[in-house]
DNA sequence: CGCCCCATTGAAGGATCTCAACTAAGGTGG
DNA sequence: CCACCTTAGTTGAGATCCTTCAATGGGGCG
């Protein structure tokens, strides 16, 4: 495994001079992680920031009847602990690796030191913030909305924009989407069989068409 | 009213030395509002970070069916705008005045230049923008609690741990409060009458007295 | 003093969750 | 490579809880 993995891909160090990626790289740990494998969860005494170089990570919180609620999925390049890194405790979320990963690990004590040396770090982690603080505040949309059909037509909407094409492939399982819209999975299965009778969408496995836009944002405007 | 206000009140340039804050107030703006003014809205062609220096303002977005949403409240000393300070639009929020309020404006292009002369400001910005990613993550997780009882015990259980004590006032109307929670006042006020029944809190007004901790506890356990 | 907004109360209908059983899919080890 | 085991998804039926709609009461502000 190649140590300019962590540092030359992901977005937080893009535009740091060579010179510094390299000291950076000196900081890092690797680590393998197979699925299943929980990375962090609240209340640890060592902080760290996660970086993924390639594979899939789950962060989510636990409901209070111990259910678990992902709020968001991090993918290659990606990060997340940032959020303890200025002394403050992690109290709920809990890191979880769902496909074989490389991971990269900065202490935080370390990086605060980083982002101490580069100013330049600290307004690409923020930047990258602001990005996860919209994404929060539009799963709070989706959560917000009453009908779960009209959630669904409203959560395809959006990926049907974000991705730009009429056919895509559902990033969650099933399970997982259920739970990040906040319904059940048998709930889904059967809003999602309305919508293939309506000649709205058609699904297979987890790909998704939508056959007929028009009505899908209508059923996203509607009661 | 005086330009220090907003300088050096506010948490995001609390630790700036005298010389710089002088630099600062100089590009600032100042407004006085009074409530149900509309400071901000989305697509608005001209950017900027308002800081309120006294007074109440609510951030909402809007659902599909045109209700509001309620994102969080913004308290003296706190501001709003750092979503757009990287040329991103502002697609979804609001900000509406909820009580006659001191606001200071700095333009995006200003405040972007000052981001790169002060490092420091970036961090300040990071760590101030964490929490409020935090307190997203928490309204997350209010909203996918299914039980409206459950999560206004929740609610309370937070609001308590925050101040520290069984006494406190609900920072926003009831309305308001609904709306944040996803759901209705109707219920919302049921929902209070039966905790006050079971003898787990009083309400008088907007002011609430813990009565039983455990009981509340075990409220928002249950399913 | 009157208006308007907010909170409250009641009744009815509907949507979703829950539970349980079954099927499908995926992963592992022999 | 197959068989088994475990996990994920589907289907059905019933119970529950919340929303909706409408009407009333109260408080604050002009």
Redesign the pocket.
């Known amino acids: 495994m190649n140590n300019h993995l962590c540092v030359d891909n992901v977005p937080l160090f893009k535009d740091l001079a060579l010179e510094d990626k390299i000291k950076i790289e000196k900081l890092i740990q690797y680590q393998h992680l197979n699925?299943n494998e929980i990375i962090f969860q609240p209340y640890e005494n060592e902080k760290k920031l996660i970086i993924l170089a390639t594979g899939l990570m789950k962060i989510y919180q636990l409901t209070d009847d111990g259910k678990e609620q992902i709020i968001r999925i991090i993918n290659d390049g990606e990060y997340e602990g940032e959020n303890w890194l200025f002394g403050q405790d992690n109290f709920n979320l809990y890191g979880e690796i769902t496909d074989k990963s490389e991971i990269c690990i900065i202490k935080e004590t370390d990086f605060n030191q980083l982002l101490n040396q580069y100013p330049k770090l600290a307004l690409n982690l923020l930047k990258i913030n602001l990005q996860k603080t919209h994404e929060l505040e539009k799963q709070n949309k989706y959560l917000i909305i009453?009908?779960?059909?009209?959630r669904i037509a409203t959560y395809l909407l959006e990926t049907y924009h974000l991705k730009n094409k009429v056919t895509f492939k559902l990033p969650l399982?099933?399970?997982?989407l259920?739970n990040y819209i906040?319904?059940?999975?048998?709930?889904?299965?059967?809003?999602?069989?309305l919508l293939e009778q309506e000649q709205i969408i058609k699904?297979e496995?987890?790909n998704i068409e939508i056959l007929n836009l028009n009505q899908l944002i209508k059923t996203a405007d509607n009661?």
């Open positions: 699925k009453q009908k779960i059909e009209k399982k099933m399970k997982d259920a906040g319904t059940t999975p048998e709930t889904l299965t059967r809003k999602f069989k699904k496995k987890s009661n």
